[in-house]
């Protein structure tokens, strides 16, 4: 018995495979929620500070970081341009 085998059962069929790579996503969305809020906590900004500084809502960060929403790319993209300035 494998350590991850209750996390990713035996890929033997399409629909667990489909399982595996949903299980794939929501880990990704999780690790970049949390690195969004761990650069916006080192850049010593608030929600409304980023999203002020970035013409966006700041209920469109929150929701980024509590998983309730999400960006989209070139939102994504504005926010480590900024971070990239800040250093």
Known sequence: SSVIEPYFPRIDDKQHFIVVIRHMEELDRIKLAVALRSARAAAGLSQEELA????????????????????????????????????
Request: hydrophobic share 45%; net charge positive.
């Open 52 to 87: 002020t500084r970035l013409g966006m809502a700041k209920t469109t960060i929150a929701r980024t970081e509590t998983l309730e929403g999400g960006l989209r790319a070139e939102q994504l993209a504005a926010i480590v341009r900024l971070y990239k300035a800040l250093g």
